[in-house]
């Protein structure tokens, strides 16, 4: 059976879909679905509730995003610091063990005394080569401490 709305109203041969819905007929049911649609919405008082909720999700993610830039510039900076500081430490230990290698040499001969500041750096990387994997899970720990109370 044929709806009346798809009949024509002269006729009682029915009406081509697509022309039904480019007429005016379906046009108006459609302004009449947007109006029942906004006037329940004002009854309701949900037309309100609607902009706020949306204007909260959009704030969200603004406040999201902007926290997100903060948090990685805090990082990178945080990572610069620590090379910077890194190259300055190593530089330190380079001089420092030239100084401590002259220092060693004036009393057993020159390259007695840089054999031994040498071998004290073989013995050092010995040691963490050793022990690198329980260095490694106390570093972990370490950080994840880090990061949890950064969270709270």
Do not use: C, W
């Amino acid at each position: 059976m044929i709806p009346r709305s798809l009949k024509n109203s002269s006729s009682s041969k029915p009406v081509n879909v697509g022309e039904f819905y480019k007429s005016s007929l379906y046009i108006a049911a459609l302004d009449q679905r947007i109006v029942f649609k906004d006037s329940v919405l004002k009854f309701l008082k949900l037309d309100g509730l609607i902009e706020n909720l949306t204007g909260y999700v959009e704030s969200r993610i603004e406040l999201t995003k902007m926290e997100i830039r903060e948090d990685i510039a805090m990082g990178l900076s945080k990572v610069l610091l620590a090379i910077l500081m890194g190259s300055v430490f190593t530089l330190f230990i380079i001089l420092i063990s030239i100084a401590v290698a002259h220092l060693i040499a004036k009393s057993i001969g020159a390259f007695g005394g840089f054999a031994v500041v040498a071998g004290f750096y073989l013995l050092l990387g010995l040691l963490l080569f050793a022990f690198k994997n329980a260095i490694s899970e106390k570093l972990q720990d370490y950080l994840i401490q880090i990061m949890k109370k950064k969270k709270k």
